[in-house]
């Protein structure tokens, strides 16, 4: 059972980092780097579902590369909390398929994420995903 909030998003925030959401889903799915790359901060830290430590640099590499290749991603079951102003924790699930290293894959993940602002701009600081049953 996730933590209960202590207090509502703000709606700017909020409509912000639902929309960087969205464009997240859909720059990872079309493997679309310049896309990614506006929406990780530039000393991200990922954390992926094998535990490995990966920069935006890193990540980055594995969508322009074709390492990692997505043909299905969804994203569902969203919780927002408003850590302080321009600081967004976001968990969710992620349903995904696709090919990673030649090797093809199912999977399904729940991922924390921290979302920053930075002048008009969110960001992605931080994530971290595991693999769930």
């Known amino acids: ?51 490995q430590i990966l920069g935006k ?16 991603l969804e994203f569902s079951d969203y919780r927002f909390h408003e850590l302080a102003e321009g600081v967004m924790l976001v968990w969710l699930r992620a349903d995904a398929e696709g090919r990673s290293a030649g090797q093809p894959f199912v999977a399904a993940l729940r991922f924390t994420r921290v979302w920053t602002r930075k002048g008009a701009s969110w960001r992605i600081a931080s994530m971290h995903a595991s693999a769930i049953g």
């Open 57 to 72: 640099q890193q990540d980055l590499d594995l969508h322009r590369s074709g390492a990692l290749r997505l043909t299905r």
């Open 1 to 51: 059972m996730p933590p209960a909030s202590t207090a509502r998003p703000s709606p700017e925030a909020l409509r912000a980092v639902e929309a960087g959401e969205r464009r997240l889903r859909d720059a990872a799915l079309a493997g679309d780097v310049a896309a990614l790359d506006a929406l990780l901060a530039e000393d991200l830290v990922f954390i992926d579902r094998a535990g």
